[in-house]
């Protein structure tokens, strides 16, 4: 197809130069992004006696950032634990490395109880894969006990009359949950705009405790008075 100033656009196949190029012209936009310009891959390989591939993992790090891209275990060695083994010589390498937190995506027909064993938590799911099935995505800290987390869903009614007040405020308080080791996973709002909903996750429950009794987030909330938004916290966990 040619458009006006003889540009041409292709559809192919498989354009390993055009991956390459893309890969480095997308790898120094987000460097100048974030300043983090230390991307790095990472594997793990198992052989055997005859330097056969028993097993292997692929995977990056980048920042404090570190990621998983494929696991793979030989079908007659499976049921020998290679694939935990797996897992922790690339946590290992990704703290070595500085990194604080790892992510990994799996089909419903691979590994995701795999995963979760490991102290992976499930952060977001994505239907319509081929064959009914589902691609679940995963998170971990490198720093923290997984064990240990605990996950909300805030229910968050905005008062009539201080709809702007109120989501002020929430943008204000949900930016103070790094400083105790909580993080914002979704955060919706109803068409009406009266209503947010707020999945969070707390590294530890001591650091919910720290977040609720935070002195900035009481000082926003006693600044709004009876305009301040009504919150029901239900704590919930993966099902």
């Not at 028993?54 to 275990?73: E, R, Y």
Request: proline share 3%; glycine share 12%; charged share 30%.
């Amino acid at each position: 197809m040619t458009f006006p100033g003889s540009d041409t656009i292709q559809v192919l196949g498989a354009d390993k130069e055009l991956e390459e190029r893309l890969s480095a012209e997308l790898t120094a936009f987000n460097n100048r992004a974030t300043g983090a310009a230390d991307e790095t891959d990472l594997s793990v390989r198992v052989t055997d006696a005859d330097g056969e591939l028993v097993a292997g993992l692929t995977g990056w790090s980048w920042g404090d950032c570190a990621g998983i891209n494929m696991v793979w275990v030989r079908e007659d060695r499976r049921s020998e634990g290679w694939g935990g083994r797996l897992l922790r010589a690339a946590e290992e390498e990704a703290r070595r490395r500085g990194c604080t937190q790892m992510s990994v995506s799996s089909f419903s027909f691979q590994a995701p109880e795999f995963y979760r064993r490991h102290g992976y938590l499930d952060t977001g799911r994505r239907e319509g894969i081929p064959g009914g099935n589902v691609d679940h995505h995963f998170w971990k800290s490198l720093v923290t006990d997984p064990a240990a987390a605990v996950r909300l869903v805030a229910l968050v009614e905005l008062p009539p009359g201080a709809v702007e007040e109120g989501r002020a405020y929430e943008d204000r308080v949900l930016g103070l949950l790094g400083r105790h080791g909580g993080r914002v996973e979704r955060r919706l709002r109803t068409g009406d705009g009266r209503t947010e909903v707020h999945v969070i996750r707390f590294d530890t429950r001591a650091g919910y405790e720290s977040a609720l009794a935070d002195p900035e987030r009481l000082a926003l909330r006693a600044a709004l008075g009876d305009a301040a938004p009504t919150t029901r916290v239900l704590e919930v966990e993966e099902v």
